[in-house]
T-cell receptor, first 113, second 115 residues
Framework: GNSVTQMEGPVTLSEEAFLTINCTYT??????LFWYVQYPGEGLQLLLK?????DKGSNKGFEATYRKETTSFHLEKGSVQVSDSAVYFC????????????FGAGTRLAVHP | GAGVSQSPSNKVTEKGKDVELRCDPI?????LYWYRQSLGQGLEFLIY????????KSGLPSDRFSAERTGGSVSTLTIQRTQQEDSAVYLC?????????????FGPGTRLTVT
């Protein structure tokens, strides 16, 4: 079946540090991949997406590349800020599966000044 | 424009009572989804509505859970005879399939606590 595995948190970093949150998936065919972010007290927001192999999604300094050979979609940011503190969810939409997203467990990021 | 809205934002109920959670999708969005976010299970898909098609109920955890969507817009998720394991944040999302994006826009959620 379809599933998403992401690294357990919390991840604690100092401001301006490099961030990587690992995400791997299991799916048949060619799913679309997403990163969602949930800031404290707010709803889920789409951060970035990639719909085919080798696509790179990017937004707000975050990047993730769709790697079909390693079934991965790792989230990276070169220099994190305190305002990036949030919970990050990796998700996939199965091939032809317009009807739902499969989410990872979420990774909490805490950035300290 | 207005995003997805949900009500109530918080609901505390006693075990065994029925609850109704409401979702107002973004105007014009034909697809509507319900998810549940709980500590033990993460984010789980519950049910999906698309236009006038039969809903995909494959994620509903038991027959105590049901949902309807009236007039292709507002949706209500009903949980009958609530149990403590139903405590979670219930999230609604909507999207506009056919416009190439399929991006789902989430509401702020309803936090349900069953005592």
């Amino acid at each position: 079946g379809n599933s998403v595995t992401q690294m357990e948190g919390p991840v604690t970093l100092s401001e301006e540090a490099f961030l990587t949150i690992n995400c791997t998936y299991t799916a048949t065919g060619y799913p679309s991949l997403f990163w969602y972010v949930q800031y404290p007290g707010e709803g889920l927001q789409l951060l970035l997406k990639a719909t085919k192999a080798d696509d790179k999604g990017s937004n707000k300094g975050f990047e993730a590349t769709y790697r079909k050979e390693t079934t991965s979609f790792h989230l990276e940011k070169g220099s994190v800020q305190v305002s990036d503190s949030a919970v990050y969810f990796c998700a996939l939409r199965p091939t032809g599966g317009y009807n739902k997203l499969i989410f990872g467990a979420g990774t909490r990021l805490a950035v300290h000044p | 424009g207005a995003g997805v809205s949900q009500s109530p934002s918080n609901k505390v109920t006693e075990k065994g009572k029925d609850v109704e959670l409401r979702c107002d999708p973004i105007s014009g969005h034909t697809a509507l989804y319900w998810y549940r976010q709980s500590l033990g299970q993460g984010l789980e898909f519950l049910i999906y509505f698309q236009g006038n098609s039969a809903p995909d109920k494959s994620g509903l955890p038991s027959d105590r859970f049901s949902a309807e969507r009236t007039g292709g817009s507002v949706s209500t998720l009903t949980i009958q005879r609530t149990q403590q394991e139903d405590s979670a944040v219930y999230l609604c999302a909507s999207s506009a399939p056919g416009q190439g994006s399929y991006e789902q826009y989430f509401g702020p959620g309803t936090r349900l606590t069953v005592t």
